[in-house]
């Protein structure tokens, strides 16, 4: 029988608020300068964390996850509130090692699978831990 462990939540430190302007839709292919104007400042938090107390960053290193548009060096909000189920991006300590993958859970069986088939999907024996951090809601990617 595989164990199922979650982590429990991180007490977070609440900064100075910082508002980014949010410009209406940019087209990706010809400009129209009819849409250039501001429609609000946002706070970045408001869009991409749901649970505050309960929600972490982690920067991502290896290419596993690629067709699921998560790549080396981005990086990845990760709600702990949020369950954690059958098709959903997971933050999963394993053997003591991080791992970011997509959680499989059916019939019985689970796995961590691979975004990329260069990567093996990662299959438990029985009496081993899963101990998930949280789950993946947002990825944050820098060019």
Known sequence: MLILEYNRPIPVQVGQLVLVPLYSGVRAGFPSPAD?????????????????????????????????????????????????????IVIACIDGEFTC?????????????AANPDYKDIDFKDGQT?????????CIKQF
């Open 101 to 113: 993958k997509r959680l499989y859970m059916i019939n019985g069986i689970t796995r961590l699978q």
């Open 130 to 138: 899963l101990e998930v951090w949280g789950v993946v809601t947002s």
């Open 36 to 88: 250039d104007f501001l429609l609000k400042r946002i706070d970045l938090s408001d869009e991409l964390i749901q649970h505050p107390e309960a929600t972490f960053l982690m920067r991502i290193k290896g290419h596993s996850m690629a067709m699921a548009g998560i790549d080396d060096g981005d990086i990845v909000v990760v709600d702990k509130a949020i369950k954690a189920e059958h098709g959903k």
